[in-house]
């Protein structure tokens, strides 16, 4: 499973879990519960969801460094550097290989 559904995922759960908890165990307005099960599971994801939220970090970290290389190599092709759009065409090529619900369009 993606890192960011993953902890995606683990937020809405402890959101809810501490919903309904408070929900049985306090007479507060349903609204009022809501809140303060927002403000709750946000101090405890942050604690209990450390890893995933890592991994989820870390994964956008190598697709900004990608999306980051193929702008300077489109760049530097725009500018005509023969070289960087050879090195596109094989970097589309591969991108079609590596995943192939991609259409390359």
């Known amino acids: 499973m993606k890192p960011a559904i993953k902890y995606t995922l683990g937020r809405f759960g402890l959101f809810a879990a501490v919903f309904v908890v408070l929900f049985f165990l306090t007479p507060l307005n349903i609204l009022v519960n809501a809140m303060v099960s927002f403000v709750a599971s946000a101090a405890l994801s942050f604690i209990l969801l450390r890893g995933w939220r890592d991994e989820m970090a870390e994964q956008l970290g190598e ?17 005509g550097d023969e070289e960087a759009a050879a090195a596109g065409d094989r970097v589309t090529a591969a991108d079609i290989v590596e995943s192939p619900g991609r259409t390359g369009a």
């Open 63 to 79: 697709m900004a460094a990608r999306r980051t290389a193929e702008k300077d190599r489109l760049r530097s092709a725009l500018a």
